[in-house]
């Protein structure tokens, strides 16, 4: 079913695809499939946002995250230079071993 939105988005030629929780209720080999579709739009020159909470998802698919939490910005960058943040390690880990966990599977 998540092809068909994909397709279904992409058949307006857009310039910009927005993505909102694409993670949620994919299976481990959707979610993968999903992220390697999305590096192939994005080396074929179409800009992807992605509004995700899944932080393994975006270490792994994206080049770029900005991490905001109550509409303030806490980090913009790599995606793991931002979980170097303590005040993105409080905010979305808990914990400082999330962050090391999260950051040793990338």
Known sequence: AWRLEIVRALAAA??????????AALRPDDA?????????????GLTV??????LDFVARH?????VLQRGR?????????????????EALLG?????????ARH
């Open 14 to 23: 857009p310039r910009l695809l927005l993505l909102e929780a694409p993670r």
């Open 32 to 44: 993968e499939a999903l992220g390697v579709l999305l590096h192939e739009l994005c080396e074929d």
């Open 49 to 54: 946002l992605v509004a995700e909470r899944n």
């Open 62 to 66: 994206c080049d770029h995250a900005v």
């Open 73 to 89: 910005t806490l980090a913009e960058g790599a995606p793991l230079a931002c979980l170097d943040r303590p005040e993105v390690q």
């Open 95 to 103: 914990r400082q071993q999330d962050a090391d966990r999260l950051r």
